[in-house]
């Protein structure tokens, strides 16, 4: 691998990898077992809150295999809208392992939004129905997109429901689900969003006035749901008509100055969760949960799978250093 380059790729390139649903989904929970198995190493996420409307984070994680680092940067602002910016922003640097040279920088907005929703899938695959058809969304934006598309790619839906502050948003994930020959329509309210659904998903972003209105004992029996927004929405004492709750690392929580949820209703982690240490069982009837951060090692695998896919194609751009 050539050293004096760094292969960039745009989000443009990263649309053009041909990476499906199922080969992300694989490429995390290869990366869990790879770190139950003591050959990766992920540091918890590092962040600085400046005001109500900035929020920086970093995250690193390191393996071998495949022999890659990752570090990406994000930073978010509330009042990007008001430029016509998408509220977030990210870079990925990936770097040689064996060297620590760095190899490529890619648009971390991509992997983010891959990533986030391929670890959603990654819990359900192990607890959610396989047989789900409605899925319904509390929230309406990227992250709602990119989880319609891996969701729809993976379970056979027929019907999704929505619910979000923004019309603009909520019209456009209408009409993204129609163009896929599903059912599709606006919520009235929380409780008509969730009350028949087997997947939901809740990815309401933060904001000084945000109250908890979501209650768990809405839910239909054997539901799944991906908390994609910190658990925020919903109630915390209606958590208790959730049978399972799996986090995304409880070694990263643990260093978190606010847990997402009482540590006391957390059955355990994603990695515990794919290797088979989290092994409370569960019935047909009872809800589950993934509530999440995000993680680093689900940077890392998508990150270290688009540029191993972009150097098969061809793609991106050399630049010297």
């Known amino acids: ?10 989000r443009q390139d990263m649309d053009k990898l041909g990476l499906t649903s199922l080969d ?5 929970q290869a990366m869990c077992e790879s770190r139950e198995a003591g050959r990766v190493q992920a540091a918890p996420k590092s962040s600085i809150k400046p005001d109500d409307n900035r929020f920086f984070m970093s995250t690193l ?4 295999p495949p022999g890659y680092m990752a570090v990406k940067s994000l930073g978010l602002s509330k009042n990007n809208s008001e430029h016509g910016l998408e509220s977030i922003g990210s870079l990925i640097t990936l770097f040689d392992a064996a060297t620590g040279h760095p190899v490529a920088v890619m648009d971390g907005d991509w992997i983010t939004g891959q ?13 959610a129905n396989p047989h789900s058809k409605v899925i319904s969304f509390i929230g309406c934006g990227v992250q709602a997109r990119s989880h ?14 929505a619910l979000g502050r923004g019309q603009k948003n909520r019209d456009a994930l209408l009409a993204r ?20 659904a087997d997947l939901v998903i809740t990815t309401v972003p933060d904001y000084p006035d945000i109250k908890p209105f979501l209650d768990a004992r809405d839910l239909k029996p054997g539901a799944f749901v991906a908390m994609v927004d910190l658990a925020r929405t919903w109630l915390p ?6 049978r399972r709750i799996i986090i995304d690392d409880q070694a990263q929580e643990a260093t978190m100055s606010k847990p997402m949820i009482n540590p006391a209703k957390v059955t355990g982690d994603l990695q515990g969760l794919v290797s088979g240490r989290v092994t409370s ?8 949960a993934f509530v999440f951060r995000g993680m680093a090692i689900g940077d890392l695998a998508l990150a270290s799978l688009a540029f191993d896919a972009a150097r098969t194609k061809g793609l991106g751009c050399e630049l010297p250093r």
């Open 61 to 64: 994680a390191s393996a071998d």
């Open 148 to 161: 319609l598309d891996i969701f729809a790619d993976l379970y056979p839906l027929t019907e999704i429901r």
């Open 177 to 196: 689900a129609t163009a896929r020959g599903l059912g599709a329509r606006a919520a009235a309210d929380s409780r008509a969003a969730i009350a028949d």
């Open 1 to 10: 691998m050539p050293f004096n380059t760094l292969t960039y790729l745009s």
């Open 237 to 242: 004492n209606s958590l208790g008509a959730i």
């Open 281 to 288: 069982p569960t019935l047909k009837k009872d809800c589950t």
């Open 24 to 28: 992300m989904v694989d490429a995390i």
């Open 115 to 127: 990533r986030t929703a391929a670890l959603s899938a990654l819990a359900a695959r192990f607890m």
